[in-house]
Nanobody, 115 residues
Framework: VQLQASGGGVVQAGGSLRLSCTSSGSGFGINIMGWYRQAPGKQREAVATISNSGTINYADSVKGRFTISRNNTKNAAYLQMNSLKPEDTAVYYC??????????WGQGTLVTVSS
């Protein structure tokens, strides 16, 4: 199974972007899908996660601005990002965890928010 992230780009502060994470292949048994980000010089951090049953968690810094959603049939996850701030600038990665806590990472997609 491979993950493919897309949807990054350059946007002005206050703007919106929608990231998509699609998976190919089968047999991994995805439970939790999530979005993480890594800004220059900083550690990778969790942004939002969503479980197979719909349990959602957000980082405090994005609550009220970002919305994670999922299509279980397609094993795809999405991140709607509104009211973007310059501090949201980072490479965004999608991630999948199966029921054995094995992890898959997609390649990153760059989000740049200009002030």
């Amino acid at each position: 199974v491979q993950l493919q992230a897309s949807g990054g780009g350059v946007v002005q502060a206050g703007g919106s972007l929608r990231l998509s994470c699609t998976s190919s292949g089968s047999g991994f048994g995805i439970n939790i899908m999530g979005w993480y980000r890594q800004a220059p010089g900083k550690q990778r951090e969790a942004v939002a996660t969503i479980s197979n049953s719909g349990t959602i968690n957000y980082a405090d810094s994005v609550k009220g601005r970002f919305t994670i959603s999922r299509n279980n049939t397609k094993n795809a996850a999405y991140l709607q990002m509104n009211s973007l701030k310059p501090e949201d600038t980072a490479v965004y990665y999608c991630n999948a965890r199966n029921y054995f806590s094995q992890l898959l990472w997609g390649q990153g997609t760059l989000v740049t928010v200009s002030s």
